[in-house]
């Protein structure tokens, strides 16, 4: 893979991770974000799934919730 074409692959990886962070944590949450990460990518993906591992931990929480409510 040449250097241009490793360029191409990170600048597209950036954008697609900058549009998902958008949308997740609001408008102009990216570059912030990816600042605090050190600007590197794999610093970024590790905060993503932290966040992830975090919405699963949460939703199974409140599903445990709504069970043990509808059991009253």
Do not use: W
């Amino acid at each position: 893979m040449t250097e241009a074409e490793q360029d191409e692959m990170t600048a597209k990886a950036l954008k697609e991770a900058e549009e998902i962070m958008d949308t997740f944590f609001g408008q102009g949450s990216f570059h912030p974000i990816y600042e605090a990460c050190g600007k590197s990518m794999r610093n970024l993906y590790k905060f993503i799934e932290a966040v992830r591992f975090l919405g699963i931990s949460k939703q199974g929480q409140s599903r445990k919730a709504r069970i043990l409510c509808d059991r009253k």
